[in-house]
């Protein structure tokens, strides 16, 4: 399965476009800002694709906009498999990890 690369890629595309200033460093959520890990894909995937099109549900969310709208769906396919499959460990110290061969399937 491609599911490892993208949870990799996701991670990178979840920090590259800053989502990590609101939600956190390990997606649980900032202050106001509500938490990503563990959500569901449908779930995140509908948010996404409405903020995209600049659609906001509430004041709060206007702020999701400038962040959504240049998203390809290829990035909110990968973020949301980040983020619905979220298992990091509590102290992350470095982004980086080695790709191993996924042995296929
Ligand atoms: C400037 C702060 C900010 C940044 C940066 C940001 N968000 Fe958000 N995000 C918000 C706010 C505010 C909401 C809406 C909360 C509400 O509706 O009350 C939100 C909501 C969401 C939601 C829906 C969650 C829910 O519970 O309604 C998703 C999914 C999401 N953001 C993903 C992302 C992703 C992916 C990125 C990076 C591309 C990102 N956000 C960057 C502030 C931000």
Known sequence: MATDRFYDEGKKV???KGCNGCHGVDAKGLAQYPGLAYRPKAFLNYK?????K???DTQQAQLMI????HLTDAQIQRL?????????EASHQTIERSIKGDGGS
Do not use: D, G, M, V
């Open 48 to 52: 996404l694709q409405r903020y995209r």
């Open 54 to 56: 600049k659609i906001a």
């Open 80 to 88: 949301i498999i980040f983020l619905s499959n979220y298992h990091e």
């Open 14 to 16: 979840y920090f590259a």
């Open 66 to 69: 400038p962040f959504a709208e």
